[in-house]
């Protein structure tokens, strides 16, 4: 059997590059955050209750005799016990630190080639076509013959 195709040049026109906007790869980014956190104090909250209760009933037994002193007594300790508390529960603070937070990001976008949209004449017609390569000042086609009934 002949063949009704034959391969020749033709001479290119215009060649524009065709784009698609890609993202890179996803990398990680991180940042060093500076955070407080409440100090957990509640053992010197206990300890300031207990001095401050010793120091009023110490100073609640230096009023009064018998029965009144020993109210005394009771109400300083009592007294003392609740300011205790209160200064403790004052003087809590808080811990400076740092905490890591990280996020994922989206690489930078860029543009990549991804073919070429080529005008070429052949025999003085004028055709289209898109190549994966840039084909230079002329380009191979095949010729082709047919009947036409």
């Not at 195709?5 to 996803?26: F, M, S, T």
């Not at 630190?97 to 991804?114: K, L």
């Not at 080529?118 to 230079?136: A, E, I, K």
Request: hydrophobic share 35%; proline share 5%.
């Amino acid at each position: 059997m002949v063949s009704n195709a034959k391969v020749a040049w033709a001479d290119v026109l215009r060649v524009d590059p065709v784009y698609d906007r890609v993202r890179g790869p996803a990398r990680e980014v991180c940042e060093d955050v500076p955070t407080s956190h409440p100090v957990d104090e509640r053992g010197n909250r206990v300890a300031g209750t207990v001095i401050g209760a010793i120091v009023g009933g110490a100073i609640g037994s230096t009023v009064g005799k018998g029965d009144g002193r020993r109210a005394a007594t009771v109400a300083g300790a009592v007294a003392g016990g609740a300011i205790g508390n209160s200064v403790a529960r004052g003087n809590e603070g808080y811990y400076q630190g740092v905490e890591r937070h990280c996020r994922m990001e989206a690489g930078p976008a860029e543009e990549r080639i991804v073919a070429y949209d080529v005008q070429y004449r052949y025999r003085g017609d004028v055709f289209m076509s898109r190549l994966n390569h840039d084909p230079g000042d002329r380009v191979r086609v095949r010729v082709s013959i047919e009947p036409v009934e």
